[in-house]
């Protein structure tokens, strides 16, 4: 949906960093989306990285920009889950 309200197209996105509770979501979300497995996660993500609990998300953004900067990406986007069915996405541009 945040592609959609952004009026972008997945291919427009340089780098995904995906919040992994579990390694199979994001297993699943890359299948569902038909995403390069080559611009999701590129650090590993939560599984390489840890998962920080009630830190996700600053983990997520923070690993997000720095990858963005290194790899020198003009966009990203940062996703989470959350408890009881919901999620929350952001794109940031450089």
Same mark, same amino acid.
């Given at each position: =949906?945040?592609?959609?309200?952004?009026?972008? =197209?997945? #291919?427009? @996105?340089?780098?995904?960093? @995906?919040?992994?509770?579990?390694?199979?979501? %994001?297993?699943?979300?890359?299948? #569902?989306? &038909?995403?390069? #497995?080559? =611009?999701?996660?590129?650090?590993?993500?939560?599984?390489?990285?840890?998962?920080? @609990?009630?830190?996700?998300?600053? =983990?997520?953004? %923070? %690993?997000?920009?720095?990858?963005?900067?290194? #790899?020198?990406?003009?966009? &990203?986007?940062?996703?989470?889950?959350?408890? &009881?069915?919901?999620?929350?996405?952001?794109?940031?541009?450089?």
């Amino acid at each position: =949906r945040v592609l959609d309200k952004a009026g972008l =197209r997945k #291919e427009d @996105i340089d780098l995904y960093e @995906i919040n992994e509770a579990f390694a199979a979501s %994001t297993v699943a979300i890359i299948r #569902e989306l &038909g995403l390069d #497995e080559e =611009r999701v996660n590129i650090h590993g993500g939560a599984v390489a990285l840890g998962h920080p @609990i009630g830190a996700s998300g600053a =983990r997520v953004l %923070t %690993t997000l920009l720095y990858a963005m900067k290194r #790899e020198g990406c003009k966009r &990203g986007l940062a996703a989470l889950c959350l408890g &009881g069915a919901e999620a929350v996405a952001m794109i940031v541009e450089m």
